[in-house]
Nanobody, 120 residues
């Protein structure tokens, strides 16, 4: 099994910054793509950013130029640096990753979520 532990959420004023972290542990052979999602109250979970094993990144239009996803493969950790935060960024943020194993199907795991609240 694989466990994901998220940290870094909190309350911040509009224009401020936060850095989310998500550390994976357990039975990990290799991690391919890592993701960050957001889920605002009453809305579906939406993809915010992704980063492949080779470091290619992709962002939702709403966060381009403000958020940066990165990873530390040695630590099995993915980060989300969030700058110029807006009240509409308020949501629970979830990390997710794909664990690859030569003898098992690729599996997706989710973090427990961390609340980000941006006040106006």
């Amino acid at each position: 099994q694989v466990q994901l532990v998220e940290s870094g959420g909190g309350l911040v004023q509009a224009g401020g910054s936060l850095r989310l972290s998500c550390a994976a542990s357990g039975s990990i052979f290799s991690i391919s793509t890592m993701y960050w999602y957001q889920q605002a109250p009453g809305k579906q979970r939406e993809l915010v950013a992704s980063i492949t094993g080779s470091g290619s990144t992709n962002y939702a239009d709403s966060v381009k130029g403000r958020f940066t996803i990165s990873r530390d493969n040695a630590k099995n950790t993915v980060y989300l640096q969030m700058n110029s935060l807006k009240p509409e960024d308020t949501a629970v943020y979830y990390c997710s990753l794909l664990v690859v194993h030569p003898l098992r199907p690729t599996a997706r795991y989710w973090g427990q979520g961390t609340q980000v609240t941006v006040s106006s």
